[in-house]
């Protein structure tokens, strides 16, 4: 079946720092992928997808490649703020089993003035 | 405009009973999700409507979960004999349409249920 796999966490930055977050993916066809965020004490939000191949998703200074020879979808930020605490979940939606999610494990992100 | 809403946002009750929680979808989203979240984990799907219709139940974890949507608008989810193998958070999810494989859901806050 499908599943994703993302890094385990905390991940642990300073401010301004560079972040990657890493996600692999396992799915039959040709999946669209997402990227969520949960802020604290708040619900998962969309942060970015992108629903083909070589598409990069972009959002908030942060952005994420479709590599397909590689089956990543990895999230990527420059420059993080401590605003971008929160826990990061990689997703896919796979065209040939219906509509929902498969996320995976989620990634907690601390960021230190 | 509102977003999804769920209700109660926290739920305790003790082995055995029955629990339902409710689902509000943004108006006109005629798709709906529901997820459950264990601590540390990434959602899980459990059921997915399209209008009054169950789509998709494969993810309900046995016959002691069951999931209505009478009206295509607002959904309950319904524990029977609930275990402490329950408690989670449980998510609900709508979209304005479910076909679109694109198309983005929007989740609400979640109900946390704890079965002590």
């Known amino acids: 079946g499908d599943s994703v796999t993302q890094m385990e966490g905390p991940v642990t930055l300073s401010e301004e720092a560079f972040l990657t977050i890493n996600c692999t993916y396992t799915a039959t066809g040709y999946p669209s992928l997402f990227w969520y965020v949960q802020y604290p004490g708040e619900g998962l939000q969309l942060l970015l997808k992108?629903?083909?191949?070589?598409d990069k998703g972009s959002n908030k200074g942060f952005e994420a490649t479709y590599r397909k020879e590689t089956t990543s979808f990895h999230l990527e930020k420059g420059s993080v703020q401590v605003s971008d605490s929160a826990v990061y979940f990689c997703?896919?939606?796979?065209?040939?089993?219906?509509?929902?999610?498969?996320f995976g494990g989620g990634t907690r992100l601390m960021v230190k003035p | 405009g509102a977003g999804v809403s769920q209700t109660p946002s926290n739920k305790v009750t003790e082995k055995g009973k029955y629990v339902e929680l409710r689902c509000d979808p943004i108006s006109g989203h005629t798709a709906l999700y529901w997820y459950r979240q264990s601590l540390g984990q990434g959602p899980e799907f459990l059921i997915y409507?399209?209008?009054?219709?169950?789509?998709?139940d494969s993810g309900l974890p046995n016959d002691r979960f069951f999931a209505v949507r009478p009206e295509g608008s607002v959904s309950t989810l319904k524990i029977q004999r609930t275990e402490r193998g329950d408690s989670a958070m449980y998510l609900c999810?709508?979209?304005?349409?479910?076909?679109?494989?694109?198309?983005?859901?929007?989740f609400g806050p979640g109900t946390r249920l704890t079965v002590l």
């Open positions: 997703a896919l939606r796979s065209n040939n089993a219906g509509n929902m999610l498969t």
């Open positions: 992108a629903t083909k191949a070589d």
């Open positions: 409507f399209q209008g009054t219709g169950a789509a998709d």
């Open positions: 999810a709508s979209s304005l349409f479910g076909t679109e494989s694109y198309n983005e859901q929007f």
